[in-house]
């Protein structure tokens, strides 16, 4: 199951982080998880938000470089070797993982880690033919 | 359509021969009239009666800009003060302006080579003219001015700036033709894409751009977003203002009024003349202005000449579109390049538009070049290495055409300064 994650070209100049979120709030959307990739020259955040659609346009609007992007969203066992026993499943299949990044909710409970994959069809496949419970967009915002 | 058959089209021996008894009376006043053209050409040991053909043009000193600051304000004007019926200012980076007197005849005579201009872009009597070219001291708005009422079109007197009020005159009084610089037609283009409005609500047919160095890529880009032709002027203060040259819609260079300014190439180097087809410095020489004659101006402008009957049947000289000027070249690291052809190299990637900044740098005595460019939709990916691989993309093209090697920075969407008159594009920041 493959959900929608909004990438946000941001320049490592000060404030522009908050540019974008500000944006995003002023437009009322939550978000619901998001990562940050850095270079010395610019970064790329990455988010997981109700109505991405609006958000890429809030964004826009505002003057950023916006992408929407696939990605997948697993839950994992919080427990050691929770993310290596879904890793090594698309190692085995030969999928490249391009990025990864999680957010736990309560401890103890389940993790819920994104995956930017290469073939994300057949990670799906590979995935839940393991028993492995991808997570819908709609499960990803009720968390 | 041509506005002035006449001229535009005479046959070239009867042109030379125009030009010859033009270039002896506009000499013997210089020399009578302005002490400090006949201070040099006594210097030079030349006198008035020593042109005797059109080569003899080389016999005379050149002008340069600084010259005429030297004149500051009124000492290059050739007739009585109350003569002068107009003054414009040339701006300069450093110092005093450049001062320009016409007098009426002068007025007269820009307003026809304006007339000529407009008309090779398509402009009739039945054309709304939309003026965005500066007003005031600068010669580009009132030099369209003159050019669209000699023709008897309908002049929209909106100068340089406020876009949103540019694009609403635009729309509701349905301009043909938009004058301005290359840069700012291009930045109302974007605003009105940004506002929803397409080609279909607007009604201009054509464009005629100048008073900065502008690329291929750059015309297409502004044809294709406005779906209007887009013709190159050229011209400059010291000699009258716009109107010196105009592109006609075979695109294939820039007529010249050589009937008005007689055109010569030199080398950079020597300032020796050199022949036609060569690439050099154009200097112009002014055959009729009376307020404040021009001898041999060097323009600094780098261009060459081509004769021959145009496809559009006139008989006036073309340049080719100025690629650089002789002061703007930059010295890399030893290497003479223009910042046009950066920016041809640039433009030649897909996806990049044609907003660029380049910046020099000497952080440890050596140059350093820097590009910056916007990203775009079609260059931004969310993934860090493909915006590693298009940064180095850009590095090894632009490496590839001028031979240099530079850093490639991307910054966000419309961060780099959009201009309303002349793009500032170039930041040399070494301390030379």
Known sequence: MKIKQISVFLENKKGRLLEATEALAKAGINIRALSIADTSEFGILRLIVPEPERAKEVLETSNFSVRETEVIAVGVPDRP?????????????????????????KSGEKAVVVLKIEDPAAGIKALSERGIILLSSLDVLKL | ??????????????????????????????????????????????KPEDIKTLKDISKLPFTAKADLREGYPFGMFAVPFHEIVEIHTSSGTTGKPVVAGYTLKDIQVWGEVMARALTMVGATKDDIIQNGYGYGMFTGGIGVHYGAQRIGATVVPISAGNTKRQLEIMLDFGSTILTCTPSYALHLAEVAVEQGITSKDIKLKAGCFGAEVWTEKMRDAIESKFNLVALNIYGLTELIGPGVAQECEDKSGLHISEDHFYPEIVSTDTLEPLPEGEKGELVLTSLTRDGMPMIRFRTRDITFL?????????????????????????????????????????????????????????????????VQVETSKEIFSDEIRHIETMKKKIESHIEKSIGLRVKATLVEPKTLPRSEGKAKRVFDKREL
């Open chain 1, 81 to 105: 070797g929770g993310l290596a026993s879904i890793l090594s499943i698309l190692n085995n299949a030969e999928i490249n993982v391009e990025y990864v990044y999680a957010f736990v909710q």
């Open chain 2, 306 to 370: 081509k004769r021959g009957v145009c496809k559009c049947g006139r008989t006036l000289v073309k340049i080719e579109r100025i690629t650089g000027r002789s002061d703007d070249m930059l010295k890399i690291r030893g290497v003479l390049i223009f910042p046009s052809q950066i920016e041809k190299a640039l433009l030649e990637i897909k996806g990049i538009e044609p907003h660029y900044q380049i910046i020099v740098t000497r952080p440890h005595h050596l140059d350093e070049l820097e």
């Open chain 2, 1 to 46: 359509m041509i506005w002035n058959k006449e001229a535009e089209c005479m046959a070239f021996e009867e042109r030379e021969s125009l030009q010859l008894e033009r270039l002896k009376t506009v000499v013997k006043k210089t020399y009578e009239n302005v002490p400090y053209y006949k201070k040099r050409f006594d210097e030079l040991k030349v």
